[in-house]
């Protein structure tokens, strides 16, 4: 596709149940990267996988959170046993750089809208 | 640490004023510098970057920024607002391999 695209765009779900957010990078894009976003807050980081580096997980808030990327392209944030402070938009954005060094431009998905009831 | 301020969380203009939208930040070495807006119900979106050379950076819908390493600020300014350009804007820094954001600065055009 042309742009970053994530599903589903919006997810409602109970506490405790795990799920799924899927994101499609740009085809040949080496670096992506997870965010999420509170109400009217800014960026948070997650996880950012680059080429076949092993990726930063530094950023993830426990270990119910996880993310892999298969095959270099398509990658999955799975959260486990959902919580209700989980509630968030998380946005998926993908770049390409050829080193380690994030200074090209992201470009960003629609996001997918995470509603834990 | 390595950080991003955007000191404003929402910044009011009448229509056709001149906007500034601020951002200092705080990192080690060469910075490499975002701007991204975000409209109501839209993704985020590139809107300039500052990497080297000039310090004044134009990018897209007539904004612009300067890069001012001894304020070690990158304000964000468009010299006649539209109501359109009302949105989320986030200024973010290279920081090794992630980009720091700030926290967001609503700016609101007012007709």
């Known amino acids: 596709g042309a742009g970053v695209s994530q599903s589903p765009s919006n997810k409602v779900t109970e506490k405790g149940k795990d799920v799924e957010l899927r994101c499609d990078p740009i085809s040949g894009h080496t670096a992506l990267y997870w965010y999420r976003q509170s109400l009217g807050q800014g960026l948070e980081f997650l996880i950012y996988?680059?080429?076949?580096?092993?990726?930063?997980k530094s950023g993830l808030p426990s270990d119910r959170f996880s993310a892999e990327r298969t095959g270099g392209s398509v990658s999955t944030l799975t959260i486990q046993r959902t919580q209700q402070e989980d509630s968030a938009v998380y946005l998926c954005a993908s770049s390409f750089e050829l080193g380690v060094l994030a200074k090209n431009i992201q470009y960003f998905g629609a996001g997918t809208r995470l509603s834990v009831l | 640490a390595q950080s991003v301020a955007q000191p404003e969380d929402q910044v009011n203009v009448a229509e056709g004023n001149p906007l500034t939208v601020k951002c200092t930040y705080s990192?080690?070495?060469?910075?490499?510098l975002f701007w991204y807006v975000q409209y109501p119900n839209r993704g985020l979106q590139f809107l300039l970057k500052y990497i080297t050379g000039d310090n004044l950076v134009k990018g897209s819908y007539g904004f612009e920024a300067e890069f001012n390493k001894s304020q070690t600020s990158f304000h964000l300014k468009k010299p006649s607002a539209l109501v359109s350009d009302s949105a989320l804007y986030f200024c973010?820094?290279?920081?090794?391999?992630?980009?720091?954001w700030g926290a967001g600065t609503k700016l609101i055009i007012k007709p």
């Open positions: 990192v080690s070495g060469n910075p490499y």
């Open positions: 973010a820094v290279t920081a090794n391999y992630q980009l720091i």
């Open positions: 996988f680059q080429g076949n580096s092993a990726p930063d």
